[in-house]
Each structure stands twice: as C-alpha cells, then as structure tokens.
C-alpha cells in the first residue's frame, strides 16, 4: 500500500497562527487535532504546530514524568527499570499508532522509526548506568525524547488525513554557546529568530516541532522547568510575526478557580499576562509563566482554547500594553480589537487594568513550612544572609516567605527534593530552632491591583475562619497582585469553593453596569474625541502652513 498523499498544504500568504497542543490533549484528543482543527483554520491562517510529550491520562503520569523517572532509576534514587520504563512508553505509542492511522504503509514505517528513537534512548540510559551519572545535559536529553515521539506521530497522523505536515525536531538548534548562568533576553530574542528560520524551511508543508528545544545552556529542565514546550511556542510565534499564539488544552480557558475543583467557576474571557503568570506559579498551571513576557513583548495575544470544543472563544491574554514602557513593544500583527473599553469593563477591568474584585483564587498543593526562630547569636540581617546561603546551597527554592526579626516561615514546593531538605534543615539548625510542618498548601488570591481592592484582605481571612480554615501564614505586599496564605492540606477544597463563593461570583465583576463607572467612560471619549479633532484640526493647519 502507497503512503497517503496529501491534498491539503499550508499557506503561504495568510496570517500565521502559532497552535501549541499540552500533553494530554496530543495524548487523549489527536483525532480532534488532526482531523478538525488544523484542517479548519488552513482555510484562513498558515499555521504552525507545537506539541509536547503524550499523556494518556494526567500530566504527571504521562511521558515526560515517566522519563524523569527513567533517568532518576538509573542513579538508583528511586527503585524500578529504566528499560521496562521505556519499553512501556513505546508500547503506548504503538498502541496509539494502530488506533490512529489508517494507511498501513505510514503505520509500519512510523512503528519502525518511534521503535529506533527509544532503542537509541535505551543505549542512552545504559551508558549512563554504566558510568553512573546523570547530569542535567543528559536528563535533558532523556526527557526530550517525549517531545520526539509525539511530534513524529502527530506528523504522520496529519499526513494520514491528507494534510501535507513535516515533522520538525528541534533538539540541535542551538547553534552558538550561551553563558548559563545569564540567560537573558538575547538568548530568547537569539532563539525565536533561529526557530522561525528552521520553521520557515517548511515551505507549504505544516511544520510539527518539538516544544523540547535541546541541551538548553543550564538544562530545559532546571533553567525553564516543566511546561518549557509553551515557552518554545511563544517563541516561535515572536519569531514568524504570528497573529496570536493559541494553547490547546483539555480546559475551554482560564477559569476563576480550577473547574475541576470548584464545579462553578466561570470562564475568563480575558486576562492580564501578569495574573496568569502568578495563577500558574501558585498550581494553576495553565501556561508556563516564562511565555507571557516572550510574546507580550511583541505584543502577541495568547489565546487559550479547548480540544473538545474548538468553537469556544477560549481566554484571551491580552498583550497589556497600557502598562508597558513602550520600548518593550515589538512588531508582532496583534488580532485586532482584544480590549476595548467595554471588554474590559464587562471583565471586571477598570481602564486603567485595575481591579475592584479579584480575578481568581488557585491552590496550591504539598507544601511544607519550615518555621526558624533565630537562637539571636547574629544581628538580623546575618540571619536571613545564612538562611537563604544555605537554602541556596541546596537548591530549595521558597514559594512563600513571612518574616520578623527573629522568625522566619518559608513555604517550600513539593519540586524540593526530600533528600536535600533533610541536610537543609541540620544546618538551618545551626540558626536556631526549626520546625516542618507537611501536607499544607498555599491559597492564593490573585487580582491586578489587589493591594488597592480595600477589604479584601479581611474578607479573605474572614471566609476562611467562617469555614474553620486555620491560618499558618500569610504573605501579601510584596506581589501587588496576590494574597497568600498557607492552610492544612486537607482543608483545601473547602477553602477553595468558600473563597469562591463569596469573593468571585460574577455579578459584581461586571463593571459595565456600574452607572459610575460609565460616567467616566461618557467622559474619558469626550475627551478622546476632542484630542483626535485637535490632532486633525493641527494636522489640517500644518498641510495648509
Ligand atoms: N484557574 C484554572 N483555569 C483553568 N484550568 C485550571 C485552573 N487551575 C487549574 N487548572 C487545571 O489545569 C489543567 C490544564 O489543562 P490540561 O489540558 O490538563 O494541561 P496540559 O495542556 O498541560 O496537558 C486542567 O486540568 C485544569 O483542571
Ligand atoms: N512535556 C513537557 C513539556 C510541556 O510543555 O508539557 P505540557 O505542554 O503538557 O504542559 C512536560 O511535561 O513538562
């Protein structure tokens, strides 16, 4: 049997679309990718494809949690077969392979192909056993391989269904060497340049290219972390000039809180790039934080959108550009229209992007406190120097802080390692006495402005103890956009729906409705008007002078 032929290509003279598919999406829904929503928007945009690593089921059982495993097997840190881990990896895809291609032919050879790719991968891991070393280069290197097999598979699958596709692998695009320890903007601005020349050898064919970009200088995974394939997208989306960068989940778009924790979250038409930064650092991950600030630059909206119901309008990250220096904006073609003033009254915004109401409340799980009262043999300021050297020293970065003179309370994420935070906390000992606590987690509140909301604060603490939700710490000030508190773990899901039920529901963010507020609005174009007519009316005069 021949290899499928394709009858459908990419434009070359249309607006680019940038579309980036998370794990589980690839994983769950590629039928839905493949053979409905790249197919439909060829008809108006070029676009180009970014997918990550398959899950089948969660994110931290798919792929690339299984090949984090992989490499910390071989080390012997946590027991099990780095090749029975492989060898269950590629008889997903298999199975995958068969459910999903129909031509035989394109079935047999991408079998073949995904097989070498984890044979290749499986010597990889051998060798590392043999010399007994994992460095961050080869873990980088052993997690890339999930962003292979998918990339390769999603490639074929929109061959099989007539859409000419080329599967593009990034892992070598690095081409110079970048200091690690300073990766700044000219790595980035080096990066999207060098992707969308890679992307642009696709001519008509629909390039699928791995969000998984190489040995990056100081590891993808320790310098960018997990959710790097977002970043490669915006990236790629600066690189090409696209329209807007689209992110497919498994979600219709950002939501007020978790829709799977709180039934009655409402779906945010649009958001500022800070707020989703902050939602995703405090366990909302819906986009890795690091992309908002690539594409916002080039003043790039991001769109998220759903797999299962691609109709939806998604939720929009607005480039918010009202509150950027205007040398930061680049010359990215944004959608036309994302913010006028009535979209952002009805969302909540006032003009200026501030804010009377929060935005969102987000949990995040399996926390621990360390709590260090200071036995007081150094002045203040030595005590926190040794404390954060120290933490340093191991690695243990703090997602929340709360400090006095001689106290300090630090929540610690469950990406700290147990096994340093036992060495940790002997010499952390040296400071004064340290008490852990496990199984909290943070409770934060986010909303542009929230310093400003008054109230709001108290409202939040006042819930909380209505629900008998007991406090452990709390942090504001430092983020004008969050409020966090850390609580037992195991009240979460109460604090959760309480704090949403009593300071998200939706009526009162419309600010549409708000006669004050539309005064403003009434006067504020007045004015507008009036200094677009002068602006003319000069304009006339000096043609005429
Ligand atoms: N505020 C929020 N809005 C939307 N999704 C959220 C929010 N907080 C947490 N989530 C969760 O984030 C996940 C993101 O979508 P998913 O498609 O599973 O990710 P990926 O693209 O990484 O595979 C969803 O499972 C959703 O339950
Ligand atoms: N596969 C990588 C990169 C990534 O971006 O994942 P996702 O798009 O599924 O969040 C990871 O699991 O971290």
């Given at each position: 049997m021949p290899l499928p032929v394709a009858t459908m290509s990419n434009p070359v003279d249309k607006p680019i679309l940038v579309l980036k598919f998370g794990g589980t999406s690839v994983g769950k829904f590629v039928q839905n990718i493949c053979g409905q929503i790249i197919p439909d928007l060829l008809n108006t945009h070029r676009v180009v494809v970014v997918c990550s690593a398959r899950s089948t089921n969660v994110k931290a059982k798919g792929t690339t949690t299984r090949l984090v495993r992989a490499a910390d097997t071989v080390l012997g840190t946590i027991s099990g077969s780095h090749q029975q881990i492989v060898q269950d990896i590629l008889d997903d895809h298999l199975e995958a392979i068969e459910e999903n291609i129909d031509n035989a032919a394109a079935r047999d050879s991408l079998s073949k192909s995904l097989t070498d790719v984890c044979r290749r991968l499986r010597v990889f891991l051998e060798a590392a056993e043999v010399i007994n070393?994992?460095?961050?280069?080869?873990?980088?290197?052993?997690?890339?391989?999930?962003?292979k097999l998918a990339c390769e598979y999603v490639a074929a699958i929109l061959q099989d269904k007539g859409v000419n596709s080329k599967y593009v692998n990034l892992e070598k695009a690095i081409d110079r060497h970048f200091d690690p320890g300073h990766l700044d903007q000219t790595f980035y601005d080096y990066l999207a340049q060098r992707f969308a020349d890679i992307v642009?050898?696709?001519?008509?064919?629909?390039?699928?290219?791995?969000?998984?970009?190489?040995?990056?200088?100081?590891?993808?995974?320790?310098?960018?972390?997990?959710?790097?394939?977002?970043?490669?997208?915006?990236?790629?989306?600066v690189g090409v000039g696209a329209q807007e960068l689209q992110v497919w989940k498994e979600v219709d778009g950002i939501f007020t809180a978790d829709p799977r924790k709180v039934p009655s979250a409402r779906l945010l038409k649009i958001i500022t790039p800070e707020e989703a930064a902050e939602l995703t650092y405090y366990g909302s991950e819906v986009i890795h934080p690091f992309t908002m600030e690539q594409v916002i630059r080039a003043a790039i909206p991001i769109r998220i959108k759903n797999v299962q119901n691609p109709d939806g309008a998604g939720t929009v990250i607005f480039p918010d550009l009202l509150s950027r220096p205007a040398s930061i904006v680049g010359s990215g073609e944004s959608s036309p229209a994302l913010s006028t003033p009535e979209m952002l009254l009805e969302n909540g915004y006032m003009l200026d992007l501030?804010?009377?109401h929060p935005t969102a409340v987000t949990i995040k799980d399996e926390i621990t406190v360390l709590n260090i009262h200071s036995n007081r043999k150094s002045v203040s300021h030595g005590f926190f120097a040794r404390i954060f050297s120290i933490l340093d020293k191991y690695g243990i970065t703090v997602d929340l802080i709360s400090t006095s003179e001689v106290h300090v309370s630090m929540a610690l994420s469950d990406s700290v390692v147990e096994r340093n935070l036992g060495p940790a906390i002997q010499e952390l000992s040296s400071l004064g006495a340290v008490d852990k606590l496990q199984n909290m987690a943070i409770l934060s509140l986010v909303g542009k402005q929230m310093r400003n909301m008054v109230g709001i604060a108290g409202s939040m603490f006042q819930t909380l103890a209505k629900s008998g939700v007991n406090i452990e710490m709390i942090s504001q000030g430092a983020s004008e956009i969050n409020i966090s508190c850390v609580i037992d773990n195991s009240k979460a899901p109460i604090a959760l729906r309480a704090i949403h039920e009593?300071?998200?529901?939706?009526?009162?963010?419309?600010?549409?409705?708000?006669?004050?507020?539309?005064?403003?609005?009434?006067?504020?174009?007045?004015?507008?008007?009036?200094?677009?007519?002068?602006?003319?009316?000069?304009?006339?005069?000096?043609?005429?002078?």
């Amino acid at each position: 049997m021949p290899l499928p032929v394709a009858t459908m290509s990419n434009p070359v003279d249309k607006p680019i679309l940038v579309l980036k598919f998370g794990g589980t999406s690839v994983g769950k829904f590629v039928q839905n990718i493949c053979g409905q929503i790249i197919p439909d928007l060829l008809n108006t945009h070029r676009v180009v494809v970014v997918c990550s690593a398959r899950s089948t089921n969660v994110k931290a059982k798919g792929t690339t949690t299984r090949l984090v495993r992989a490499a910390d097997t071989v080390l012997g840190t946590i027991s099990g077969s780095h090749q029975q881990i492989v060898q269950d990896i590629l008889d997903d895809h298999l199975e995958a392979i068969e459910e999903n291609i129909d031509n035989a032919a394109a079935r047999d050879s991408l079998s073949k192909s995904l097989t070498d790719v984890c044979r290749r991968l499986r010597v990889f891991l051998e060798a590392a056993e043999v010399i007994n070393e994992v460095s961050p280069k080869s873990k980088d290197i052993i997690i890339g391989t999930g962003e292979k097999l998918a990339c390769e598979y999603v490639a074929a699958i929109l061959q099989d269904k007539g859409v000419n596709s080329k599967y593009v692998n990034l892992e070598k695009a690095i081409d110079r060497h970048f200091d690690p320890g300073h990766l700044d903007q000219t790595f980035y601005d080096y990066l999207a340049q060098r992707f969308a020349d890679i992307v642009n050898e696709c001519g008509d064919s629909v390039p699928v290219v791995t969000g998984y970009f190489g040995p990056c200088p100081g590891s993808i995974l320790y310098s960018i972390g997990r959710g790097y394939t977002d970043l490669t997208a915006a990236l790629i989306a600066v690189g090409v000039g696209a329209q807007e960068l689209q992110v497919w989940k498994e979600v219709d778009g950002i939501f007020t809180a978790d829709p799977r924790k709180v039934p009655s979250a409402r779906l945010l038409k649009i958001i500022t790039p800070e707020e989703a930064a902050e939602l995703t650092y405090y366990g909302s991950e819906v986009i890795h934080p690091f992309t908002m600030e690539q594409v916002i630059r080039a003043a790039i909206p991001i769109r998220i959108k759903n797999v299962q119901n691609p109709d939806g309008a998604g939720t929009v990250i607005f480039p918010d550009l009202l509150s950027r220096p205007a040398s930061i904006v680049g010359s990215g073609e944004s959608s036309p229209a994302l913010s006028t003033p009535e979209m952002l009254l009805e969302n909540g915004y006032m003009l200026d992007l501030s804010r009377r109401h929060p935005t969102a409340v987000t949990i995040k799980d399996e926390i621990t406190v360390l709590n260090i009262h200071s036995n007081r043999k150094s002045v203040s300021h030595g005590f926190f120097a040794r404390i954060f050297s120290i933490l340093d020293k191991y690695g243990i970065t703090v997602d929340l802080i709360s400090t006095s003179e001689v106290h300090v309370s630090m929540a610690l994420s469950d990406s700290v390692v147990e096994r340093n935070l036992g060495p940790a906390i002997q010499e952390l000992s040296s400071l004064g006495a340290v008490d852990k606590l496990q199984n909290m987690a943070i409770l934060s509140l986010v909303g542009k402005q929230m310093r400003n909301m008054v109230g709001i604060a108290g409202s939040m603490f006042q819930t909380l103890a209505k629900s008998g939700v007991n406090i452990e710490m709390i942090s504001q000030g430092a983020s004008e956009i969050n409020i966090s508190c850390v609580i037992d773990n195991s009240k979460a899901p109460i604090a959760l729906r309480a704090i949403h039920e009593t300071l998200l529901s939706g009526a009162k963010n419309n600010l549409l409705h708000d006669p004050e507020i539309l005064k403003q609005l009434k006067h504020q174009r007045m004015a507008n008007n009036l200094h677009s007519t002068m602006s003319e009316v000069s304009l006339t005069a000096l043609k005429r002078g």
